[in-house]
C-alpha cells in the first residue's frame, strides 16, 4: 500500500465517499475506485473497475481473479449514519443505541434547551432547522432518518427534504391517525403518494413497545432490517434486461 | 469498517513518524473464522501492532511477517488453517481458516 492511498481512504471516509482499493496480490499493484473515479496503475482495466464498483454496491470485500491474476477488492464504504430529529426523550436512548451499533449518529433540534450535548454525551447535536441541517451534511444512501418532534413545524420539513433525497431509511413518530394528517400536509408541498409510501410511520416494529428505550430498539430494529434487506437485494444476481 | 478506518489511522500516524509499517489483510475466509474478510491489523516497525486479523491467534504469526515485509518490501500471503484438534492451541476455537495478506507501506 502507498502512502499516498492511505491519506486517499482517509481523506474518502471524511467526505464520506465510497471507494474499493483493488490490489493485485502478486505485486501489491494498486487502484483506488470510486463510483465516477478511478486512480492507480490498475485502473486501466475495465474489469477489475467494473468489478469493484459492484463490491461497492453491495458492500462486500472479496477476492476476484481476473486473468488469471488474483486481485483482493477492499471495500470502504462510509459507516451508516442515523439523524434523529428532536431532541427528545425517545433520542436519549436512542442516540447511545444506534452509536452502540456503529452508526454515526446525529441529533437536530433548533431548540436550545434540547439540542445541548449534556443531554447527549459523545453524539454530535446540531441545533438547527432540520432541512438546512441536512443541507449542510449532505444526504446519502447509508443515511436513514427519524424525525421524534411531533411538531408539524419540525418534522415536516425533516421529512420533505428525506424524501427528496436518496436516504435508505424514513421514520416518522406519531400515531396512525398523525400519520394520515402528515400524508396531507406534504401532499401540499408535492410529496406524492409513491414518495410518501417511503415513510415509516407509525415508526418502528410492532413490538407492543411502550418505553422510550423500548421505541428506541423498535425503531433500531426497524433501521437494521431495512438496510439488511436492501444490501440482500444488491447482492442477489441481477436478472438481465430483456 | 469504523474499525478498519482506525487502523489506517494509527498507520498512518506511524508512518508519518517515519517508521516502517506494513498492514496485513484478511483477504479469503473458509468456515467460521473470527474475522470477516477485510478485517486488518496494522505493525510498525517495532512490532506494535493496531486492529486484528483473528481472534488474537495467530497475530504473533502476522507480526513476524510484518516485520519481515518491512525489511524486504515484498508481499506476502499466508494461510492459515487449523483442524479441530489444533484449534484450541492455536486459538482459532472454532476451527475456521483465514488466507492474510502482509504488505509494507511504501
Same mark, same amino acid.
Do not use: K
Given at each position: 500500500m502507498k502512502t499516498e492511498t492511505l491519506a486517499a481512504l482517509q481523506e474518502a471516509r471524511t467526505k464520506r465517499r465510497a471507494v474499493t482499493l483493488a490490489t493485485? %496480490?502478486?505485486?501489491?499493484a494498486e487502484a483506488l475506485v470510486y463510483r465516477d473515479d478511478a486512480r492507480g496503475e %490498475?485502473?486501466?482495466d475495465a474489469a477489475i473497475v467494473a468489478a469493484a464498483q459492484r463490491a461497492m454496491d453491495i458492500g462486500k470485500s472479496e477476492t476476484i481473479d481476473v486473468g488469471g491474476a488474483k486481485i483482493f477488492l477492499n471495500v470502504y464504504v462510509p459507516p451508516p449514519r442515523l439523524i434523529i430529529v428532536g431532541a427528545v426523550h425517545i433520542a436519549q436512548s436512542l442516540a447511545p443505541m444506534a452509536a452502540m451499533l456503529e452508526f454515526d449518529v446525529t441529533v437536530v433540534d433548533p431548540r436550545g434547551a434540547w439540542a445541548t450535548t449534556q443531554r447527549f454525551p459523545g453524539v454530535k447535536v446540531i441545533q438547527d432547522w432540520a432541512d438546512e441541517a441536512f443541507q449542510a451534511m449532505g444526504l446519502d444512501s447509508s443515511t436513514a432518518i427519524v424525525t421524534l418532534t411531533h411538531d408539524p413545524k419540525l418534522d415536516d420539513p425533516a421529512l420533505e427534504s428525506a424524501l427528496k433525497s436518496d436516504v435508505f431509511y424514513v421514520g416518522a413518530l406519531g400515531s396512525r391517525r398523525t400519520h394520515a394528517k402528515r400524508k396531507e400536509r406534504l401532499a401540499e408541498v408535492g410529496i406524492t403518494e409513491e414518495m410518501f409510501a417511503r415513510v415509516h410511520g407509525p415508526?418502528? %416494529?410492532?413490538?407492543?413497545a411502550k418505553s422510550p428505550a423500548e421505541i428506541a430498539v423498535s425503531i433500531l430494529g426497524q433501521i437494521i432490517e431495512v438496510r439488511a434487506r436492501r444490501l440482500e437485494a444488491l447482492s442477489a444476481p441481477k436478472v438481465a434486461a430483456a | 469498517m469504523s474499525d478498519a478506518l482506525e487502523v489506517l489511522d494509527q498507520v498512518g500516524k506511524w508512518k508519518a513518524d517515519g517508521k516502517g509499517v506494513a498492514v496485513a489483510t484478511v483477504i479469503v475466509t473458509w468456515g467460521s473464522s473470527p474475522r470477516p474478510v477485510g478485517s486488518q491489523l496494522g505493525v510498525d516497525d517495532a512490532g506494535n501492532m493496531v486492529g486484528s486479523?483473528?481472534?488474537?491467534?495467530i497475530e504473533g504469526a502476522v507480526v513476524k511477517e510484518a516485520l519481515d515485509a518491512i525489511k524486504d518490501g515484498k508481499p506476502r500471503l499466508l494461510d492459515f488453517g487449523v483442524t479441530d484438534e489444533q484449534a484450541w492451541d492455536v486459538g482459532l476455537a472454532c476451527g475456521g481458516k483465514v488466507q492474510v495478506f502482509v504488505e509494507k507501506v511504501n
Open positions: 493485485r %496480490l502478486s505485486d501489491a %490498475l485502473s486501466g415508526v418502528g %416494529l410492532n413490538i407492543g | 486479523v483473528s481472534g488474537g491467534c
